[in-house]
DNA sequence: ATTTCTTTTGGACATTTGTCCTTTTCTGCT
DNA sequence: AGCAGAAAAGGACAAATGTCCAAAAGAAAT
């Protein structure tokens, strides 16, 4: 849940180091929100350091998170390989320091760099693979389940969620959340 | 939900009739089983005719649909990018037609040609967005609501899909599919 | 320490969904 | 048409989850 791909880290940070390339380093406070869904976004980032979700706001109130991104993770990439208008939220959970990559440089490098290729269908698989088992497990099991699951990986990855989070992690009220913390 | 793609088909026709390559035609017959969860697979297909589905089959026994593919879907793609065994199984939903690419020449063409790499990644992107966005929406909304977008999306298409499938697709039950499509 | 305000938790009830099993409908056969 | 068996639908109850709101706990100020 909490993903990281250092191989892209480190293949950004060579790129930021060795070009005097259109990447540069940001940062972004606590809760700020590097992407809005719905809005149009012509770069993509890279985190360096620091952790943010990424998740749907739905119409009738409800967020859903998709995933919690730490370093080495992209974001904005599946936007601008599809040219839509962003997808979901990305919020940063804690302080952030991310490489910017102007979208056309981005698709200028993809067009010429085998080993950028290779990184992104490596983790667009691996998302591909997160997102749909985590989308069956939900669908299939009780909440509990899903809880102690996900209450395994936090601690196993040593990172602490707030319960709205989790909640909508989960893709439950906190009343329903609560209610399985006890019963656990 | 009955996803297809003509870039993909079309440059595989093209590399099929040009190329001498390791690429071969091979039918399956409605109800067989291209690729089974959990086990290695050192292929990948490429639908060229009829209509196949992607599902997770959960130790409780139940089975989650994950998408229905049809014309130009690839399969196995993401095994062999990430060299694991079976996410979901895959079987024939009507007698199917489809390319068959070994593992090995299939990441050899990846090694060499940007085109493939680009129609590879559009399409992952294009799986996250449908993936994640339904994952949102099946948790965070009614059954009536998802049910009312399959049948729209099925009359759309054209598809007809039977009552276990659509269940499996909604991931729930099939005493809960009929109530939902009573009260619809 | 006491008060006040905010945040978190949990009770009570309603709604949704699942489970189990009976009833109904359909199909093929005579 | 009538029957037997199979497949599909639905009733009845149980379990899970959501909604709404009151109670409890925590934080800040004096």
């Known amino acids: 849940m909490l993903r ?3 191989d892209f ?7 930021y180091q060795s070009d005097q390339s259109e990447i540069s380093l940001q940062n972004f406070e606590k809760d700020s929100l590097l992407l809005r869904q719905g809005e149009k976004s012509h770069r993509v980032f890279i ?22 991104m730490s370093k ?13 208008a962003c997808l979901c939220n990305v919020a940063a959970l804690t302080d952030l320091q991310v490489y910017v990559i102007p979208a ?9 760099d085998f080993t950028l290729n290779k990184i992104l269908l490596e983790e667009l698989a691996e998302r591909i693979i997160n997102t749909s088992s985590r989308a069956s497990f939900q669908q299939l099991y009780t909440v509990e389940h899903g ?12 990172l602490t969620i707030n319960k709205e989070d989790m909640a909508a992690y989960l893709g ?13």
Do not use: P
């Open 4 to 6: 990281t791909n250092t």
């Open 172 to 184: 439950i009220t906190l009343r329903s959340l609560n209610r399985a913390l006890k019963s656990i």
């Open 104 to 112: 056309a440089s981005f698709k200028a490098l993809l067009a010429k």
């Open 9 to 15: 880290l480190t293949y950004i940070d060579k790129l």
């Open 47 to 68: 985190i360096k350091e620091g952790i943010a979700k990424c998740f749907f706001a739905e119409e009738n109130g409800k967020d859903y998170i998709l995933e919690f």
């Open 72 to 84: 080495g993770q992209v974001l904005g990439e599946i936007e601008v390989i599809r040219q839509i």
């Open 147 to 158: 809880l102690a699951k996900l209450l395994e990986l936090q601690e196993k990855q040593n």
